[in-house]
């Protein structure tokens, strides 16, 4: 898919939108009954303005001066309660949807979680759940509601001036909504889509650049490279300027020309009336009220027509957080399947493939019961992670089976599954909290000595305790300071502190030392009475203490004797 292109279509990102208001719909309903009413309040100001000058000048009006005047007070007063009213169940309906989405994104993310988001890039899944997200506030608040209102109110001022007033005005009234309210729009939105387009590529582009030129500036500054990387900046944000003008020029062009149109109208309204009034059409009190009406209910229309420079980037954002609902995960959860306990894994015939093309594994068979250390060894990239992956379902099996005590892995809870299974990946990601709490995520309800235990176990626990707050130390604050083997024995600790019956480890000790090697070894070593554990490593030290090897080779798996 091409970055700039839309998948759907305008009308069909807005109606998606709209299908997600749900319960929320009535609130937007009342938004827009509050905010017809407040236009026709804004109109009552001029209108019974206008059936006092006509009262005065002799038409004959049922009303009293007084009252009118008292009419004109009012609408005045209940125009601001009802605009009130409408911008508050706009923004209620708006955040509380913001939040709604989120928690959809989230639950989208999660379903994705780990197979998709492989291939997915992060940059553009955290642009999805911030600002995405947050443009589609536009949609809610200031989008759905104003262009109903629009309709409505136009639709009552035709049938108003027709009725009281004369249909010559009514069809000058109605070309005047036509232009400024779809002509107008659309063409300024087709001028504008590819500046806007282009604008946000730039805005993103200057962004990157600069963000990226702070990470790096250590090497920027080591390489001496300062100079060369702030021309870079400065030409960026030359272009970046030059962008913003044409947007600008475009979105005062439009705006200009909705006001000419808009002037142009009423002057057409007028000749109209004086035309009609010369032609004794109608009478003076008619024309007066007929032309007020006209200049006074532009408004809404105008409102509409400020909305295209926004809206190609709410459909933009729009149709990216609803691509992250709509993605359809590698593998569907199993919530009404069994749970087990777990005593033995049989695979057989096992195949799989990322795509089409390239076959990763082909009719694998193995086998693991309790109280064993399986090693499996063979070159990088030939599918030992990918073997893992699908043993804790994280991809689906194409052919073959994998068993857990006689159950097929598609058949298992998901959950259960992954109480039963534990993996230790290659990189292991610490979260920006304490040492303890990200120990914790295991094991929520671990006790002290269940959590320094298990980090004995992985030979992790001296060195936790020498830093100065010990496990209470922020691994964000610590940061780059963790090496890579400190990491990497985090990772092994939560493991043991997860206390799954099978453990799956993916080179647990590539970045260790011998010393601390032989510790995690001997701990492996001690739990393997109780459990199972699968061990991929390209080290001999490591395979050493594996009862059974199997070696991966062309997709193959055998056991080596
Ligand atoms: N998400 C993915 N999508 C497509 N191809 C993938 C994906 N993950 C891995 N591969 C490919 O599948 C093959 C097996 O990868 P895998 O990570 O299982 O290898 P490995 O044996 O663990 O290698 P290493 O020892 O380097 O960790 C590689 O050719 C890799 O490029
Ligand atoms: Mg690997």
New binding site residues.
């Given amino acids: 898919m091409k970055k700039d292109s839309l998948r759907r279509s305008g009308a069909i990102i807005m109606a998606r939108l709209i299908v997600l208001l749900g319960s929320l719909s009535y609130v937007m309903v009342l938004a827009v009954v509050d905010g017809s009413l407040g236009f026709f309040c804004a109109m009552g100001v001029t209108l019974f303005g206008a059936l006092g000058i006509a009262k005065i000048l002799g038409e004959t009006i049922a009303l009293s001066l007084n009252s009118i005047v008292f009419m004109c007070v009012f609408c005045g007063v209940l125009r601001g309660g009802l605009k009130f009213l409408e911008q508050y169940g706009n923004h209620y309906i708006a955040f509380r949807l913001l939040a709604v989405l989120r928690d959809r994104v989230f639950g989208a993310l999660r379903k994705l979680c780990p197979a998709k988001l492989?291939?997915k890039q992060k940059g553009s899944i955290i642009a999805s759940i911030t600002s995405d997200i947050e443009t589609l506030e536009v949609f809610y608040a200031h989008t759905v509601s104003p262009i109903c209102i629009a309709v409505i109110v136009c639709a009552c001022v035709l049938i108003f001036i027709g009725v009281f007033s004369s249909p010559y005005l009514m069809l000058t009234a109605l070309a005047g909504y036509i232009t400024v309210g779809i002509i107008l729009p659309l063409i300024s939105s087709a001028r504008m889509k590819k500046t806007g387009v282009e604008y946000r590529a730039e805005f993103a582009s200057f962004n990157s650049f600069f963000l990226d030129s702070i990470k790096g500036i250590k090497d920027i500054v080591l390489s001496n490279a300062g100079e060369t990387r702030k021309k870079e900046v400065n030409s960026r944000s030359e272009k970046l300027l030059a962008k913003t003008k044409e947007l600008k020029r475009l979105t005062v062009g439009a705006q200009s020309a909705v006001e000419l149109v808009v002037s142009a109208v009423i002057i057409a309204a007028l000749i109209v009336g004086i035309v009609l009034l010369n032609s004794d059409k109608i009478t003076i009190g008619k024309m007066i009220v007929g032309v007020v009406a006209v200049f006074s209910s532009f408004g809404p229309v105008i409102a509409v027509a400020a909305l295209p420079s926004n809206l190609t980037q709410t459909f933009a954002g729009g149709d990216r957080v609803l691509n992250l609902i709509d993605e359809k995960p590698a593998v569907e959860p199993v919530t009404d399947g069994k749970n087990i306990e777990y005593e033995n894994l049989e695979v057989a015939d096992l195949s799989f493939s990322?795509?089409e093309t390239k076959k990763?594994l082909e009719d694998v068979s193995m086998h693991a019961g309790k109280g064993e250390i399986i090693g499996i060894v063979?070159e990088?990239?030939?599918?030992?992670?990918?073997f893992l992956k699908l043993l804790l379902r994280f991809w689906q099996k194409k052919n073959g089976t994998i068993k857990y005590n006689d159950t097929d892995i598609d058949e298992i809870n998901s959950d259960n599954l992954l109480d039963n299974v534990t993996m230790v990946s290659?990189s292991t990601y610490l979260f920006d909290e304490t040492i303890e709490n990200n120990l914790r995520i295991a094991k929520p309800d671990a006790t002290k000595e269940e959590i320094e235990d298990a980090c004995r176990l992985a030979s992790v626990h001296d060195f936790i305790a020498s830093l100065p707050d010990g496990y209470q130390s922020r691994a964000g604050l610590l940061g780059d300071n963790l090496s890579a083997g400190e990491k990497q024995r985090i990772g092994l600790a939560r493991a043991f502190l997860k206390g799954s019956e099978l453990i799956l480890l993916d080179e647990p000790t590539s970045n260790v030392d011998s010393i601390n090697e032989g510790i995690i070894l001997a701990a492996l070593a001690r739990q393997k009475k109780k459990k199972s554990i699968i061990i991929v490593s390209h080290r001999e030290s490591t395979m050493a203490i594996a009862d059974r090897v199997y070696q991966v080779e062309k997709g193959r798996m055998e056991e080596v004797v």
């Fill in positions: 492989e291939s990322y795509d990763v063979g990088s990239g030939c599918g030992k992670s990918t290659q």
